[in-house]
């Protein structure tokens, strides 16, 4: 307790921990063999997937300028987004059900931040040497070595980079035409700022940011732990048989299997201390297991001092196959099942999904006007839509009172992947029907497959 008269005592905290450059070692092994092999197809998909060509079009295109998504064979326009929201919803599940069996898979091995940031560390480690040679470089005043060595590092970051916006852009803006634009210095005002803003993002998280990403702004690392139990596959250390430990190798008499080596911190690309327990900073790429590994085999020990297990399995010293049945538990079977349910759902949906979309507008300049003859017309305006990639010829209808009919000539023929405007004149008799508003229906099928056919509601007015 502070004693009367004495001067107050301030504390001055910072809110924000100073950033440490972590350099994470070089590490081999089975884990990062897989990490590898995801960065290389992700990659290749995402770098190559826009340059595909399908029935003389891009295979995968989100053409926001002409209203449609093209997905290889299949055509989206905005009133197919209940597609997107079962895509979202598949996407949630996985990321739930991957967790709740073998924890961050995602984060560890194939998220764009993880994917860039061992694109990035390669590049760095290829041009300014391994862990030990960066931290000296670090250290070492600046000179002409230095200089370049730098430059040279952070020119192929930018270059990745810059190659990276400019793909992200092509599946927005076709990417010939896009390439085409950028050798020709007539890009655009928004595609030079979005090649520019995710270029510069890229070379940010990946060069600059990286496990703060993860750490500040993920927030998955927050509420991670929600969807962990003790059945939920951790990277873990093995204190029971690590613990004492001790790094004379020669004289090891109750000392546990860790040799206090530090390689498992060395190689975190988080820069965390595995052996302190579950953190969540860990993004599970299991780096610290083949690191361990490795050590393991040198000195002479049984590997496994660091894996992926569970909190039960640890606690009840259980076998692998014992762990491995847990993981059929309720809420993985729920996750599963329910997944799949969305899945079947989704396929069966698009299998049978008609080809063609019709909206119906009134037209709100002229509502209802008797026309010559005593009959009673209304306009509305038919956006025709579409979705297969062959054009098509399509007969209109009208239906729901009777008498009730088109007089100009109802067919019509859209492009393939495209859709039309077509301003309709609908007339009934006067005295058809009572004054007031009418429930009617246009009816649209093509004329070469009566099987590509829909309806959509809309109202007759007679005043």
């Given at each position: 307790?502070?004693?009367?008269?004495?001067?107050?005592?301030?504390?001055?905290?910072?809110?924000?921990?100073?950033?440490?450059?972590?350099?994470?070692?070089?590490?081999?092994?089975?884990?990062?063999?897989?990490?590898?092999?995801?960065?290389?197809?992700?990659?290749?998909?995402?770098?190559?997937?826009?340059?595909?060509?399908?029935?003389?079009?891009?295979?995968?295109?989100?053409?926001?300028?002409?209203?449609?998504?093209?997905?290889?064979?299949?055509?989206?326009?905005?009133?197919?987004?209940?597609?997107?929201?079962?895509?979202?919803?598949?996407?949630?599940l996985s990321l739930f059900l991957f967790t709740a069996v073998a924890g961050r898979l995602w984060c560890g091995y194939a998220c764009p931040q993880t994917v860039y940031t061992e694109i990035f560390m390669w590049v760095e480690r290829r041009i300014e040497g391994d862990r030990v040679a960066?931290?000296?470089?670090?250290?070492?005043?600046?000179?002409?070595?230095?200089?370049?060595?730098?430059?040279?590092?952070?020119?192929?970051?930018?270059?990745?980079?810059?190659?990276?916006?400019?793909?992200?852009?092509?599946?927005?803006?076709?990417?010939?035409?896009?390439?085409?634009?950028?050798?020709?210095?007539?890009?655009?005002?928004?595609?030079?700022?979005?090649?520019?803003?995710?270029?510069?993002?890229?070379?940010?998280?990946?060069?600059?940011?990286?496990?703060?990403v993860c750490t500040y702004m993920c927030p998955y690392a927050r509420f991670q732990s929600a969807m962990f139990d003790k059945d939920t596959l951790i990277i873990t250390y093995d204190r029971e048989r690590g613990e004492p430990r001790g790094k004379n190798a020669a004289r090891r008499t109750g000392l546990g299997h860790c040799v206090d080596c530090g390689v498992c911190v060395q190689v975190c690309p988080t820069g965390i201390d595995i052996r302190d327990g579950l953190q969540y900073e860990c993004i599970g790429c299991a780096a610290c297991i083949d690191g361990c590994d490795r050590v393991m085999d040198k000195v002479g020990f049984p590997r496994g001092l660091i894996r992926y297990s569970t909190a039960h399995a640890m606690e009840n010293e259980l076998t692998r196959a014992e762990m491995f049945r847990r993981a059929f538990r309720p809420r993985v079977l729920v996750y599963s099942a329910a997944l799949w349910a969305i899945v079947i759902a989704a396929g069966v949906a698009l299998w049978n999904r008609v080809p063609l979309k019709l909206d119906v507008i009134r037209d709100r300049a002229a509502i209802s006007r008797e026309i010559e003859g005593g009959q009673i017309e209304n306009v509305y305006r038919l956006q025709v839509m579409n979705t297969s990639e062959a054009p098509r010829a399509f007969r209109l209808s009208v239906l729901g009172i009777p008498g009730i009919g088109i007089p100009d000539e109802a067919v019509i023929e859209v492009d393939g992947a495209a859709s039309r405007l077509v301003p309709v004149r609908v007339r009934i008799e006067r005295g058809a029907v009572a004054a007031g508003t009418h429930r009617i229906e246009f009816g649209i099928q093509s004329t070469d497959d009566p099987g590509v056919a829909v309806r959509e509601k809309s109202v007759f007015i007679v005043r």
């Open positions: 307790m502070k004693a009367p008269g004495a001067p107050a005592q301030f504390v001055e905290q910072a809110l924000y921990e100073v950033r440490r450059t972590i350099h994470p070692r070089a590490v081999h092994g089975w884990f990062a063999g897989w990490r590898w092999a995801l960065v290389w197809a992700t990659q290749l998909v995402f770098y190559g997937l826009a340059w595909l060509p399908w029935n003389d079009r891009q295979a995968v295109l989100f053409d926001i300028a002409q209203r449609k998504f093209v997905i290889f064979g299949l055509i989206l326009f905005p009133q197919d987004i209940i597609y997107l929201a079962v895509l979202l919803i598949i996407a949630a960066r931290l000296r470089l670090d250290a070492a005043p600046l000179s002409p070595r230095k200089l370049a060595l730098r430059a040279a590092k952070h020119g192929v970051w930018m270059a990745i980079a810059l190659w990276t916006g400019f793909t992200f852009v092509g599946y927005f803006t076709p990417i010939r035409e896009l390439w085409h634009a950028v050798w020709s210095a007539s890009l655009g005002p928004w595609e030079t700022f979005w090649v520019l803003f995710y270029g510069f993002a890229t070379y940010g998280n990946g060069g600059w940011m990286r496990e703060q």
